[in-house]
């Protein structure tokens, strides 16, 4: 009963911060004639009410793609309609077509922020408390501890209650997923899943390790025997979920195909923006046009070995992967690897509260752009502080604790080292220099010459901390599972 008393507070409290972060500026405020993400959110509203469902993808007199068409899958696009069927109801002028672009209000942001808010309290946090209650090991204390650090992960306020989109209802389908396979509900995860690529087509980043986790599971439990059964099972959930989310797009082929170009625009840039990938830091010095990436070694050990520790980790890793090395990278894409990120709080709590930290500093121009400034800070302060003290992150961070013994024997030619005391240091430096481009960013000018100076220094700073956080959780990957003792030394 005291534990379910603390998870309601840690709700609440999460609860509080996301809606403080609502009151302030959103993307596009006052910005025609294209405005921004909020601008985007309103306009399919408009459009999935007032046109027929045909027409939702296709450029027509009454469905400009130009701006803002819809390209995400369908499952957006029919949230958007359920969004717009209570905009109608409470003030038609919100989704009138044609004339409501550009809607601007305090009543219409209040209640474009509480959309936010139901969905993120229906899908994305009853996820994360169950996922912190039932697959994280430790006390209670622990447990609690964990949940509410997570809620508190400021990229992900920002982005949603700040900005403004709905990442907490496609990260908390895959949430849902994690969850039931780390519960045995194999069928019911495949599902949820399924749900989370139909709502965003970016979850293609965590497609391939539960692809591989189930898999690996079905051949060792014998391919002729339960696996077959549960392949099967696996397979009719996935095609069926598939088909409802797709169901009126396919009575005609031309319907579907459009949808697919809609969602897969291959047309665009390789980046967007000043991204912390390897394209946009490396773009610095030449033009990348194409590289190939693979983690096939990673997807091979899922299907060798099909445990839920690997399984978390090969998340954490193909999604960094797909985000430093991928084609068409947003800077928000950093939310969908710190989603698995997060599932390690736990395990590794230093090393994913450094890189929750600088994955919130990666987007630094894009909340100055919005006017978020002051929410930047107070959440990350606030992340940085709660989360160190309560999970004790500093004091946890022994070499077998922060599983650095692979080091010695890649760096075998070196003298022995303090590798505890060195990732120590190393990450009061990222603080200071995370702290220091911020300040830097806001208070000074850019010379002439350099109008992208700041933008591209944060991106580089963003780019090399993903790069060493992929590197390590790949090392962590193949050092095999943690011991019962660095868990009970930690609680």
């Known amino acids: 009963m005291q534990t379910w008393s603390l998870v309601s507070v840690c709700v609440l409290l999460g609860v509080v911060v996301r809606w403080g972060v609502s009151l302030n500026s959103y993307s596009g405020a006052g910005k025609p004639p294209m405005y921004g993400d909020y601008e985007a959110q309103r306009h399919w509203q408009e459009v999935t009410y007032n046109l027929p469902v045909q027409e939702w993808y296709f450029n027509t007199t009454e469905n400009d793609l130009n701006y803002w068409g819809l390209d995400y899958p369908p499952l957006t696009a029919y949230h958007s309609l359920i969004c717009a069927y209570i905009a109608k109801i409470i003030n038609p002028e919100w989704v009138e077509l044609h004339k409501s672009r550009g809607y601007e209000s305090p009543a219409h942001k209040l209640f ?8 993120d309290l229906l899908i994305y946090i009853p996820a994360v408390v169950l996922y912190c209650l039932y697959l994280t090991d430790g006390s209670s204390k622990k447990k609690v501890s964990t949940l509410f650090c997570f809620l ?3 990229g992900l306020i920002l982005i949603d209650y700040g900005h403004f989109q709905y990442n907490g209802v496609s990260l908390g389908f895959a949430l849902w997923g994690v969850l039931a396979l780390g519960l045995g509900w194999d069928a019911f995860g495949s599902m949820a899943f399924c749900l989370a690529l139909n709502y965003k087509q970016m979850e293609l980043y965590h497609a391939l390790p539960f692809f591989c986790y189930l ?5 060792k439990l014998g391919p002729m025997g339960r696996g077959f059964f549960l392949l ?3 397979a009719a959930t996935v095609l069926v979920t598939f088909a409802l989310c797709w169901l009126p797009f396919l009575s005609d082929p031309s319907q579907a195909l459009q949808v697919v170009r809609r969602i897969f625009p291959v047309a665009r840039g390789l980046f967007e ?3 912390a990938n390897t394209w946009c830091s490396l773009n610095i010095l030449i033009k990348i046009r194409s590289i190939l990436s693979s983690d096939s070694q990673i997807y091979l050990r899922l299907l060798m070995k099909p445990t839920f520790w690997q399984f978390k980790l090969a998340l954490a890793n193909s999604s960094l992967a797909f985000f430093l090395f991928s084609y068409q990278v947003h800077e928000k894409s950093i939310l969908l690897a710190a989603l698995p990120v997060c599932l ?3 395990d590794l709590p230093l090393t994913v509260i450094w890189f929750l930290q600088a994955s919130t500093f990666s987007m630094l121009p894009l909340f100055l752009k919005d006017g978020l400034l002051v929410p930047y800070v107070v959440t990350s302060l606030a992340f940085l502080f709660f989360s160190i003290y309560l999970l004790s992150a500093l004091e946890h961070c022994s070499e077998e604790e922060l599983r650095l013994g692979a080091y010695h024997k890649l760096l075998f030619f070196l003298p022995k080292l303090d590798l505890a005391c060195i990732v120590r240091w190393k990450f009061y430096i990222s603080v200071a220099a995370m702290a220091g481009l911020s300040i830097v960013s806001v208070a000074l000018v850019p010379p002439p010459h350099l109008p992208d100076l700041f933008p591209v220094l944060v991106s580089t700073t963003g780019f090399l901390h993903f ?3 992929f590197i ?3 090392i962590v990957q193949f050092s095999g599972p943690p011991s019962r003792k660095n868990q009970k030394k930690n609680d």
């Open 112 to 119: 474009m922020r509480a959309t936010v808010l139901v969905a």
């Open 152 to 154: 508190l992960y400021p």
């Open 215 to 219: 898999l690996g599971k079905c051949i």
């Open 232 to 234: 099967v099972r696996i």
């Open 273 to 275: 923006d000043k991204v």
């Open 344 to 346: 390690l709080l736990s």
């Open 467 to 469: 790069l060493g956080t």
């Open 472 to 474: 390590y959780f790949n």
